[in-house]
């Protein structure tokens, strides 16, 4: 059984990226994520659009460590922390990755925390810049 001679061609330059790509541990095709991130940070620039900023807070006494923040955070910044606090819970912790998962202050987080232990402030672009000199 032999594959026609255009199903063979293709299955070898497949071979030889895979190979390639092995070899080099590093991917020759982008991924369609970041094909996008890329064409929304053109966009952005090109139009200057401001991009909405906020900082979470979190009250680490107050968490019994639900994880709903977690669960339900739209910009997916909140991770559950290796430490614990007093109780003995794991509280919510802030890890962003800018400029694309950032907190954008919606707010959410402190409407479903149901011990009111997290909040969100907005951020503007002064007092972002103030902050890292």
Do not use: W
């Amino acid at each position: 059984m032999y594959l026609p001679m255009y199903i063979e061609s293709v299955f070898i330059s497949f071979s030889i990226i895979y190979t390639i790509e092995r070899v080099l541990k590093m991917p020759f095709r982008k991924s369609m994520a970041e094909i996008e991130q890329e064409r929304k940070l053109k966009l952005i620039e090109q139009r200057k659009v401001p991009l909405r900023r906020g900082k979470v807070y979190v009250i680490k006494e107050r968490c019994k460590g639900c994880g709903f923040c977690i669960e339900n955070c739209p910009s997916g910044v909140l991770v559950r922390s290796e430490d614990v606090n007093e109780k003995g819970y794991h509280y919510p912790v802030v890890v962003e990755d800018p400029p694309f998962k950032v907190c954008i202050a919606c707010g959410f987080c402190s409407l479903i925390c149901p011990e009111f232990a997290i909040y969100s402030v907005l951020v503007e672009p002064e007092e972002e810049n103030d902050g890292r000199d």
